[in-house]
């Protein structure tokens, strides 16, 4: 991900990486090499913890990623979007190496789905990040996004029209008669904050017991404030929306509390052998925790 403070959540796709590009240190020393014979194409995993590696090691904010070394046609033909975005930062890519960092913006697993986006509930389909396909196993495999939300939205779609038309359910009137307007609206962007600190923190590219342990805890004062706000205050989009990251992510730290080893994506430093054969972490309501 490009680290600027312009630039929010501004991907750097790995194909620069696959085409020559290099990582380096702002001394513009290699590092790659050191963490993996295959340098910088190793997988994505791989890489991410290298960069973390260094960057917490040195007390860096970043580090860079060199693809200057090639013919500014060939930069500008491959990469066009890159370095239009990069350029309106004051970045020349093919002069100037790029500062990144390494960002999560995938999930892998989700909503266990068939071929046709079907979930266990019925009449619930599931499509895209949202849903555990299993076409990416235990790490993202490029381009496989396409693939998930292309693919299975036409299975899906298809599904759907197959079905025979049936009329809406009848819901009660939405009662909003003993909730107030919330006074305390801050709350609800400072939990969001919250939210995304820790996860990256103690849920992010390295994970121990401790701190999965940390974040579980946080997770469960999060998720008695917004209780709290479901009974007292009107709801709104922030709050729901804050509501579902936060069951999304206590649902990422229970399996992961759950998977004792490292394997692709997960990786911890109190398992960090991978297990001769992978256990299931798919979390089935009502089925007890080991």
């Known amino acids: 991900c490009l680290y600027h403070p312009q630039a929010k959540s501004f991907l750097i796709t790995e194909a620069v990486r696959g085409e020559g590009g290099v990582l380096i240190l702002p001394n513009g020393a290699r590092f790659m090499p050191s963490h993996d014979p295959r340098a910088e194409l190793a997988p994505r995993d791989v890489v991410a913890r290298a960069i973390d590696f260094e960057m917490k090691k040195r007390g860096l904010d970043c580090v860079y990623l060199d693809i200057s070394h090639k013919p500014a046609d060939f930069v500008k033909t491959h990469f066009p979007t890159i370095y239009g975005r990069c350029?309106?930062?004051?970045?020349?890519?093919?002069?100037?190496?790029?500062?990144?960092?390494?960002?999560?913006?995938?999930?892998?697993?989700?909503?266990?789905?068939?071929?046709?986006?079907?979930?266990?509930?019925?009449?619930?389909?599931?499509?895209?990040?949202?849903?555990?396909?299993?076409?990416?196993g235990a790490n993202r495999l490029a381009s496989n996004s396409l693939l998930e939300c292309v693919v299975f939205a036409q299975a899906a779609a298809a599904d759907i029209m197959e079905q025979a038309a049936a009329a809406p359910p009848s819901l009660p009137e939405w009662d909003e008669s003993r909730v107030t307007d919330a006074d305390e609206e801050i709350v609800i962007s400072h939990n969001w904050d919250e939210l995304r600190r820790f996860m990256w923190?103690?849920?992010?590219?390295?994970?121990?017991?401790?701190?999965?342990?940390?974040a579980q805890h946080r997770i469960t004062l999060l998720h008695e404030e917004i209780n709290e706000f479901y009974r007292n205050f009107r709801v709104g989009n922030d709050l729901i929306e804050l509501r579902n990251l936060v069951l999304t992510a206590d649902l990422i730290i229970r399996c992961a509390i759950q998977r004792q080893e490292s394997r692709g994506l997960h990786y911890s430093r109190d398992?960090?052998?991978?297990?001769?054969?992978?256990?299931?972490?798919?979390?089935?309501?009502g089925a007890p925790v080991a």
């Not at 992010?204 to 701190?211: A, C, L, S």
Request: aromatic share 6%; with cysteine; glycine share 8%.
């Open 87 to 136: 350029l309106e930062l004051g970045v020349d890519i093919t002069r100037d190496p790029i500062p990144v960092v390494p960002a999560a913006h995938y999930s892998c697993g989700g909503v266990v789905v068939d071929l046709k986006g079907r979930t266990d509930v019925h009449n619930l389909y599931a499509v895209g990040e949202t849903a555990c396909t299993g076409l990416h």
């Open 271 to 285: 398992y960090s052998d991978t297990l001769p054969a992978a256990q299931n972490t798919v979390l089935v309501p």
């Open 201 to 214: 923190d103690y849920v992010g590219i390295v994970r121990t017991n401790k701190r999965l342990q940390r």
